[in-house]
């Protein structure tokens, strides 16, 4: 038999908005994981795609800042598109550091049948594009208050 302890809302589950985007999240995911899969993409996969298709040729650490990601997530994930011949990594003449990454024909190929994605996950989340939109603009500048909150706070 559970017993309940909190008498305090704030420590409810339900009441927590790091819940609520964790598990929307979650929803999402699994929506772009079965409409990814006629790509052969993971969802990180397709927004390092996203990010290529925009503009070809980024550093390895330009795409990390574009999705928030780090090296060590980023690189693994790199070498698999690599592998699936969707990009090739190179070496920076001027500064063998950075690495580039370039589609190939193979990864730019894979852009039209990738315009089909948002409108499946748009029909997925029975919303309007307005709303999402709005939604979108909301969730953006949430995280960009935490990270400047954040920010000010380690410093």
Same mark, same amino acid.
């Given at each position: 038999?559970?017993?309940?302890?909190?008498?305090?809302?704030?420590?409810?589950?339900?009441?927590?908005?790091?819940?609520?985007?964790?598990?929307?999240?979650?929803?999402?995911?699994?929506?772009? #994981?079965?409409? +990814?899969? *006629?790509?052969? =993409? /993971?969802? %990180?996969?397709?927004?390092?795609?996203?990010?290529?298709?925009? $503009?070809?040729?980024?550093?390895?650490?330009?795409?990390?800042? #574009?999705?928030? +990601?780090? *090296?060590?997530? =980023? /690189?693994? %994930?790199?070498?698999?598109?690599?592998?699936?011949?969707?990009? $090739?990594?190179?070496?920076?003449?001027?500064?063998?550091?950075?690495?580039?990454?370039?589609?190939?024909?193979?990864?730019?190929? %894979?852009?039209?049948?990738?315009?089909?994605?948002?409108?499946?996950?748009?029909?997925?989340?029975?919303?309007?594009?307005?709303?999402?939109?709005?939604?979108?603009?909301?969730?953006?500048?949430?995280?960009?208050?935490?990270?400047?909150?954040?920010?000010?706070?380690?410093?």
């Amino acid at each position: 038999m559970s017993t309940r302890i909190t008498d305090d809302p704030l420590l409810e589950l339900e009441t927590q908005i790091c819940f609520a985007l964790y598990s929307t999240t979650h929803a999402l995911t699994r929506a772009y #994981r079965q409409i +990814l899969e *006629s790509l052969d =993409l /993971t969802y %990180l996969q397709y927004i390092v795609m996203m990010v290529l298709w925009e $503009r070809d040729g980024l550093t390895v650490k330009e795409i990390g800042q #574009r999705l928030h +990601l780090d *090296s060590g997530t =980023l /690189t693994p %994930l790199l070498k698999r598109l690599e592998a699936a011949e969707l990009v $090739r990594r190179q070496r920076a003449s001027g500064d063998e550091r950075q690495v580039n990454i370039y589609l190939t024909d193979k990864g730019k190929g %894979l852009y039209e049948k990738a315009r089909t994605v948002p409108p499946q996950v748009l029909c997925a989340t029975g919303q309007t594009a307005e709303k999402l939109i709005a939604l979108k603009n909301e969730l953006v500048s949430l995280r960009d208050t935490i990270e400047g909150n954040t920010a000010a706070s380690d410093a």
